[in-house]
């Protein structure tokens, strides 16, 4: 097994990690218009409460065991979690077709090892040796991902209208083992024996703990204000990718092929906006007020989601919500200017972290949420949602708040506003002049197994697309 883990295709580089990265979710991505009706079938009188727990407990085993396996991967190298982290994320695709209640029941239990960016950043962070090139490559990872997304669901909607459902599962399924059999034979591990952590050696509590950056947030104000507003900010955001492309298939009244349209159209602006944007902003006003200009755009598309109802309204809160996608790049540059730079990735670690925590707690709020204000709809399987209505009216039109979580979500973004016009603009300076680092940050733990600083790039389109 060691032999077979060993071997590869040339020497290991960044290339390894985008072919796994754009394949895996590839195949997630081709399921997204399938899994919308899938999930109205199986869970017809509460499709968006079942969503939210769904996803939601997915989201929580996530956070809880990408620690251990980043630490894990320090001792048996990161090709073997590649092989698991692919295989386990990628194991319900076939029960789709198979039978639909095992297969969200994998969705959530695949959560243990639904860490693949995880492992795929430690990866590249072994073969790139500066910070500068470290980062690029972060970029080009997120870049893939976001290609991946902006393709695929598409090509799903029409494989699925052209030759139907089982088409396009035995589709995703093959991809995602040619995935799997590619990590086999062709990724080469990363990570040299000499660096390995000792198998024998006794792991840590600390290395495992999920709460273990969390628990360092107090120690400095700026990290702490920074970990409220991503808390504030990021919670609404994780339930509303978790749900959001259900939301227009089924309540507003998207057609198919119009979801996969909206996927690919705001994922590409969101690339532009995290670009020329972003960097026309930090360059002119700097990181703290981008990151309200981004939180601002990011509560008024929340808004306009939750009170709006008709089609064009979803296209125009579409391109705010675009631009939002500013926001946690910026915090990233305001992390990495504030935190000395052997510590990155403790620090970037917290932010991550709390991001973490709100990908199980957000999607369950919004479900309950949509259950509390009887928001749902039992659509036939066999019809199109809102057939004839060619303007996209739908039977929530006439209601003043047809998505109650969006509108609970922009109030909590707006507390994350005041929260980040508090956050100290000249804390990197204070530093340089001779503030001690005890006080800022615990540098006394280096970052555990497999801790990355987080990508550079964050796209609109969520990180985990089998939640869509």
Request: hydrophobic content about 50%; overall charge negative; charged content about 10%.
């Amino acid at each position: 097994m060691t032999c077979a883990l060993g071997s590869g295709i040339g020497e290991p580089s960044v290339h390894h990690a985008l072919v796994v990265i754009f394949l895996e979710f590839f195949a997630w991505g081709l399921l997204t218009t399938p899994m919308i009706s899938v999930l109205n079938e199986t869970f017809p009188d509460h499709t968006f409460l079942m969503n939210g727990l769904i996803v939601g407990i997915k989201g929580l085993l996530s956070f809880l065991s990408a620690p251990l396996i980043g630490a894990l991967s320090d001792v048996w190298g990161r090709k073997l979690f590649l092989i698991l982290t692919v295989f386990f994320t990628c194991a319900p695709i076939p029960l789709m077709q198979l039978n639909t209640w095992w297969y969200f029941a994998m969705i959530s239990i695949s959560g243990v090892f639904a860490v693949t960016f995880s492992v795929v950043f430690a990866y590249v962070a072994d073969v790139t040796p500066g910070e500068q090139e470290r980062s690029a490559a972060y970029g080009l990872v997120s870049a893939t991902f976001a290609a991946s997304m902006v393709t695929s669901p598409a090509l799903g909607a029409y494989v699925t209208m052209s030759y139907g459902r089982e088409t396009v599962v035995a589709l995703a399924t093959a991809i995602a083992l040619l995935d799997v059999l590619f990590v086999i034979v062709a990724v080469p591990e990363s990570l040299p024996q000499k660096l390995r952590v000792s198998a024998w050696a006794p792991l840590a509590w600390e290395q495992a703990d999920p709460f273990a950056a969390l628990r360092k947030v107090g120690k400095d104000k700026t990290i702490l204000l920074l970990c409220v507003a991503v808390l504030l900010s990021y919670l609404p955001e994780a339930g509303q990718y978790s749900c959001f492309f259900v939301y227009l298939q089924l309540v507003v009244g998207f057609k198919a092929e119009a979801v996969a349209m909206f996927i690919a159209v705001v994922g590409i602006m969101s690339v532009v906006a995290q670009t020329a944007v972003l960097g026309l902003l930090m360059k002119n006003i700097g990181p703290r007020k981008t990151i309200v200009v981004g939180l601002l755009f990011e509560m008024a598309q929340l808004a306009w989601y939750g009170f709006g109802s008709q089609t064009w309204m979803m296209w125009a809160a579409g391109i705010l919500a675009a631009i939002s996608s500013i926001t946690y790049p910026a915090i990233s540059a305001f992390v990495s200017t504030h935190s000395d730079p052997d510590k990155q990735g403790l620090a970037q670690g917290m932010i991550t972290g709390m991001r973490g925590l709100c990908n199980g707690l957000g999607p369950a709020f919004f479900g309950l949420v949509f259950y509390f204000f009887h928001i749902d709809i039992n659509m036939d399987p066999a019809e199109e949602p809102n057939k004839g209505s060619p303007h996209g009216e739908n039977p929530y039109a006439a209601n003043f708040m047809p998505g109650p979580p969006f509108v609970f979500g922009s109030l909590m973004v707006m507390l994350a506003i005041a929260v980040a016009l508090f956050i100290p603009e000249r804390q990197a300076k204070v530093r340089r002049q001779g503030v001690s680092d005890s006080d800022l940050i615990d540098l006394e733990n280096p970052p555990q197994g497999g801790q990355t600083p987080s990508q550079t790039t964050a796209p609109l389109i969520p990180q985990d697309p089998a939640i869509l």
